[in-house]
């Protein structure tokens, strides 16, 4: 039997940046779409779709930061992995920066109308049905911790990202696709990124609406 193929699409929070570092990784058994593979055993395949600053629509104008825009990725990566089963995605921090100069609203407009609204309605060369879908709410950001070097790159984002709850709630529940929140999960020193225990957590939450679904 061919194993259901799940992508997981997001940020550094999905690649599995660990909180406070210089760009370290947390490894093959603690980052969550990892921890999520282990849980859900051989019927599946976990395919990691995180990268670094990746925004929804944004161009991260800091030089050696090309490719960030996610959705000029999002079509390409969908038919290079297709035939996918179920897409999670946890995208929207990075459209926080002050630098782009967005609204939460805005933030999920853009997330509806492209990621979701495109993801579950691309076509797969195998198979009639696109994939199905799990929304994870981006995480809250806590711009009063130490954000690095740069902590006015998140400037206003901590009461912005208290809203994502409700809007990625009800986008999900406009598309009858399961949602996941993030609200309660630690970040670490930076604010921004989850902890090694965040990651198990986050990994059991989504688990359990894969199995729903499967």
């Known amino acids: 039997m061919d194993k259901i193929r799940v992508m ?31 849980l859900l055993g051989d019927r599946f ?54 630098i782009y100069n967005r609204t939460a609203e805005d933030i999920g407009k853009l997330f509806e109308e492209y990621f979701v609204k495109t993801i579950l309605y691309r076509k797969s060369q195998f198979k009639e049905a696109g994939p199905k879908l799990i929304i994870v709410c981006p995480p809250l950001v806590n711009e009063h911790a130490s ?18 709850d409700e809007i990625y709630k009800q986008i999900a529940s406009k ?19 989850l902890t090694l225990e965040s990651h198990k957590i986050l990994a059991e939450r989504i688990k359990d609406e894969v199995v729903k679904l499967f």
């Open 175 to 193: 598309y009858n696709c399961p949602f996941v929140p993030t609200n309660d999960l630690e970040t670490g020193p930076d604010g921004l990124h």
């Open 45 to 98: 395949e976990i395919i990691e779709e995180g990268l670094n600053s990746r925004t929804l629509i944004s161009d991260d104008p800091r030089p050696g930061k090309e490719g960030k825009n996610g959705l000029e990725y999002l079509i390409p990566c969908l038919d290079s992995h297709d035939p996918l089963d179920l897409v999670v995605i946890m995208l929207g921090s990075n459209e926080l920066k002050p």
């Open 8 to 38: 997981c699409y997001g940020d550094s929070n999905t690649w599995g940046y660990i909180s406070g570092s210089d760009h370290e990784r947390y490894g093959e058994n603690e980052r969550w779409p990892k921890v999520l593979g282990n």
């Open 147 to 164: 954000l690095g070097v740069e902590p006015e790159k998140y400037m206003g984002a901590g009461r912005k990202s208290e809203q994502f």
